[in-house]
């Protein structure tokens, strides 16, 4: 039965907090932890968590606001759940923060943390709502609003998180996977069946891999392993079908095998799937190749306030998703999110963040994407780009006219081949200074006199992103930039960006409450800046309008 937790409200009379020594109490009071209660705890609202308990009466839950706490204390100092425990139970400054002024309150036992995981975790496959997300979002836009940040101008970044998987090649991955099958069969089914289970069964499936040396090696037993898989799931289909490692032995055997003519055939690494099978621990993570870099895991997009006038910044929307999303669909997906609880006007990316996804996002939104870099090739110096061209939109997005940079405007028509076109005037562009060095795109046809441009509307999206991309280098700011270091900050407690959980759930809740606990850092030194520059402007003003004897007395 759910029920609210109000008794950090009223402090106790008598407690360790209160029989601290003045100079450690003040210590406390001006540490994180009274800025964690202040700006974080205070604010969480146990309601949106009602729906995780039953409506009969029962014994009451755990306070659900530790709970949240505690989780985002494990992310922010990277603790196993064992040292979280026991910082909850002994750590006074840990305790404060939750509320909590004497050590024997609000005691527990360590797997009511992990039963509220698992609630949390059936609750967004059940709904797809991550509730420590709304959480998040509902503390962050209640401490815009009280410490007056400026929403309108954001930046937004993704990073690479790992998940705790093993690092295993793809024939480490199908051996095991009939390992686990072997598990779930009754006896009678396991010896039925020995002589196929037999070579994969006497280890490990990295002491297996590990004797199979070479290419050719490696190709001749993917291909046996393959034919047993094959015959393992023709036979064990009617009886296992419905359980968890058959399913996924379904799966790995559909992503690495081609059946040509009744025969297994394995399939060559390049045709496999970004999203096939990297762990038979972690089934949603996926696979990337950034630069010379391979990832198996997830990505992280981040996006926080930008705007020079603000005094801090704040994290306002965290996502995560398999590491093969594209920026841009990340973008499209966080945008009606953002619009809806912020003033935002102006996004700030990299250049990986356009694209046909973010496009159609931002089509017809009074939102203003600003890149500081572009994908693709480098257009040619020496010729004149789209972007050079100025291309007029009509109140549905279409463009409609087109001026060229000799400043010839003429109308935009659809083409068959290409999608659009544009024709100029001849006299004109034979006169064009553009024309004669050879830069103009805008070429004379065989039988039509007028010179031809033909685009498609990708290439029209583009040219606009480019045109803004280059407008912004103008200005000499890169208010972009800083984010690195935002995104620094939350994957920091986690060694090598990789988190100690595995599934997309979790890795998502973990990073949120890394994101949380950033912007309680953030308010805290602000806070703390605030209270020097306050007693430095008073020291000034005292020393500037006041004689000498005013100044000794306020010092004193």
């Keep these: 039965m759910f029920k609210e937790n109000t008794k950090h409200l009223q402090p106790a009379l008598i407690s360790e907090i209160s029989q601290l020594p003045e100079k450690q109490l003040k210590l406390l009071k001006g540490s994180w932890a009274d800025t964690f209660y202040h700006v974080f705890f205070i604010r969480i609202d146990e309601e949106i968590f009602a729906v995780l308990y039953s409506d009969k009466a029962s014994r009451p839950n755990v306070s659900v606001n530790v709970l949240v706490g505690l989780e985002v204390l494990k992310a922010a100092f990277g603790w196993s759940d064992a040292e979280l425990y026991e910082n909850f139970c002994f750590n006074l400054q840990v305790r404060y923060a939750l509320g909590y002024d004497r050590l024997g309150d609000g005691d ?17 496959l059940e709904t797809g709502i991550n509730l420590l997300e709304q959480a998040f ?58 002589e196929s289970f037999a070579p994969y069964i006497k280890d490990t499936a990295g002491h297996y891999t590990y004797r199979v040396k070479g290419k050719e090696a490696v190709q001749e037993h993917l291909k046996q392993v393959g034919m047993v898989i094959y015959q393992l799931l023709t036979e064990l289909k009617d009886a296992y079908g419905s359980e968890k490692a058959y399913q996924v032995l379904e799966r790995i055997f559909t ?38 870099v391979h990832y198996k895991g997830y ?16 994290i306002t929307k965290v996502q995560v998703a398999p590491n093969n999303t594209d920026d841009s669909q990340l973008l499209a997906e966080a945008l009606p999110n953002l619009q809806e609880r912020t003033d935002l006007d102006i996004l700030m990316t990299d250049g990986g963040f356009g694209g046909e996804a973010s496009d159609s996002a931002l089509e017809g939104q009074p939102v203003k994407l600003i890149q500081t870099a572009i994908r693709g090739r480098k257009p040619d110096p020496h010729k004149l780009h789209l972007s050079d061209f100025d291309i007029q939109f009509d109140q549905n997005g279409n463009p409609t006219r087109i001026t060229c940079p000799n400043r010839q405007n003429v109308p ?66 890169n208010l972009r930039a800083a984010i690195e ?44 800046d605030q209270v020097f520059s306050f007693i430095f402007s008073a020291i000034r003003k005292l020393f500037f309008a006041s004689n000498t004897s005013d100044l000794l007395g306020f010092l004193q």
């Design 485 to 528: 270091a935002t995104v620094r900050s939350i994957k920091h407690p986690f060694p090598a960006g990789k988190l100690p959980v595995r599934g997309q759930f979790r890795i998502a809740s973990m990073v949120i409450a890394s994101a949380i606990y950033v912007n309680v850092r953030r308010i805290w030194r602000y806070q703390v």
């Design 255 to 292: 992503e690495n095998f081609n059946m040509i003519e009744h025969s297994v055939c394995p399939k060559e690494n390049q045709e496999l799937a970004s999203s096939s099978l990297q762990s038979l621990d972690d089934l949603e993570a996926s696979y990337r190749t950034k630069g010379n």
């Design 137 to 194: 979002e509902h503390i962050t836009d209640a401490q815009i609003l009280e410490l007056q940040v400026h929403t309108g101008m954001q930046r937004m970044d993704s990073t690479q998180i790992a998940s705790n998987i093993v690092n295993a090649s793809r024939l480490q991955l199908l051996v095991g996977a009939i390992q686990r099958v072997h598990r779930v069969l009754r006896e009678m089914d396991q010896n039925r069946l020995a």
């Design 412 to 477: 935009i028509t659809t083409a068959r081949t290409t999608g659009l076109q544009a024709h100029f005037d001849p006299e004109i562009c034979s006169a064009c200074p553009f024309q004669k060095d050879g830069r103009c795109r805008a070429k004379p046809q065989k039988r039509d006199k007028r010179f031809l441009l033909s685009f498609t509307l990708k290439q029209v999206k583009a040219a606009h992103r480019r045109k803004v991309f280059l407008e912004h280098n103008d200005s000499g700011q």
């Design 108 to 124: 527990f036992a360590i797997r009511t943390l992990y039963y509220f995981r698992e609630r949390l975790s059936k609750y967004y």
């Design 299 to 314: 990505v992280a997009n981040i996006t926080e306030t930008c705007n020079p006038e603000n005094d801090l910044q704040l």
